[in-house]
Nanobody, 118 residues
Framework: QVQLVESGGGPVQPGGSLRLSCAAS????????MGWYRQAPGKQRELVAV???????NYAASVKSRFTISREFAKNTVYLQMDSLKSDDTAVYYC????????????WGQGTQVTVSS
């Protein structure tokens, strides 16, 4: 069974930085993409950043130039470096993977809270 386990969330002051990690484990034949979504209270879940198997990245306009997504293939792990954090970044951040186990589908982590507040 595939699992995505996130870490690295928590409280941070405006202008600060956090680094999220997500490790995928279990029986995986192929990982096509990994990334991060977030959901703030009362809002829909939205894409933050994604990185494909061949290294292509895509960012939400609101985080471009502040967040950086990277991936460590050997460890099936994806990272999200978040700098210059703003209060609007406060949300639950969910790890996402498009991968093939028994068949290809989307997988989600349990979520990690990021709170940006002074």
């Amino acid at each position: 069974q595939v699992q995505l386990v996130e870490s690295g969330g928590g409280p941070v002051q405006p202008g600060g930085s956090l680094r999220l990690s997500c490790a995928a484990s279990g029986r995986m034949l192929m990982i096509y993409a990994m990334g991060w979504y977030r959901q703030a209270p009362g809002k829909q879940r939205e894409l933050v950043a994604v990185i494909t198997r061949d290294g292509r990245t895509n960012y939400a306009a609101s985080v471009k130039s502040r967040f950086t997504i990277s991936r460590e293939f050997a460890k099936n792990t994806v990272y999200l470096q978040m700098d210059s954090l703003k209060s609007d970044d406060t949300a639950v951040y969910y790890c996402y993977a498009d991968l093939e186990s028994d068949y290809r589908r989307d997988y989600w982590g349990q979520g990690t809270q990021v709170t940006v507040s002074s």
